[in-house]
């Protein structure tokens, strides 16, 4: 069954140390991944994509096609950072998202 | 460039009852999408438009419909509701389905079944 599956529902890290939020995904074929996030009071928006390989807010992600994982990772996280992160592959040809159950980051000072 | 809109922002409805929401996609934007989230089962696709028509559908019963008009504007129905039907409804909106087009997250419609 084509799954999505974010094992930690809350991380809490100090202001400045790393932070790793994970995402496993079982699908056949090749998803399109992405990272969404919602800030205390906002909407949801797009935090960064697979295939653009870019670093958005000192967030990147690296598709790991053998273990099918899609991490998220900063080297130091900011207060600014706390929010729910929600893992999210795309597939077939559509905009459909099969979205994770999320991970509560809380960053503490 | 005005974002997504979402009417009603709150609902309160009982059981049996059925409802309309509505989402107004960003100027220019022709695809529509339709979540629910709950605190139990979280973001669930619920169906998508493009041009009218419905490209994708998820596993929720034949009581949740929807339709897109002309203007790229979509609407959801919900008959007979229940009470496992509350939750907060959100639609996303992109230029077209695919890949290269970021979606767009309105603020969500809560729905309150009582």
């Known amino acids: 069954a084509q799954r999505v599956t974010q094992p930690e529902k809350l991380l809490s890290v100090f202001k400045g140390a790393p932070v790793e939020l994970k995402c496993n995904y079982s699908?056949?074929?090749?998803?399109?991944l992405f990272w969404y996030v919602q800030y205390s009071r906002q909407r949801l928006q797009l935090l960064l994509r697979h295939i653009s390989r870019e670093s958005i807010k000192g967030f990147t992600a690296d598709l790991n096609k053998g273990e099918t994982s899609f991490h998220l990772k900063k080297p130091f996280a900011q207060e600014e950072d706390s929010a729910m992160y929600y893992c999210a592959p795309r597939t077939g040809g559509g905009n459909k998202l099969t979205f994770g159950t999320g991970t509560q980051l809380k960053v503490e000072l | 460039k005005a974002g997504v809109t979402q009417t009603p922002r709150y609902l309160i409805k009982t059981r049996g009852q059925q409802v309309t929401l509505s989402c107004s996609p960003i100027?220019?934007?022709?695809?529509v999408s339709w979540y629910q989230q709950t605190p139990g089962q979280g973001l669930q696709f619920l169906f998508e438009?493009?041009?009218?028509?419905?490209?994708n559908k998820g596993n929720f019963p034949g009581r949740f419909s929807g339709r897109q008009f002309s203007n790229s504007r979509s609407e959801m129905n919900v008959s007979t509701l229940e009470l496992g039907d509350s939750a907060l409804y959100l639609c996303?909106?992109?230029?077209?389905?695919?890949?290269?087009?970021?979606?767009?997250f309105g603020p969500g419609t809560r729905l309150t079944v009582t």
């Open positions: 100027s220019g934007h022709r695809s």
């Open positions: 438009y493009f041009s009218e028509t419905q490209r």
């Open positions: 996303a909106s992109s230029l077209e389905p695919g890949q290269s087009y970021e979606q767009y």
């Open positions: 699908y056949s074929g090749s998803p399109e």
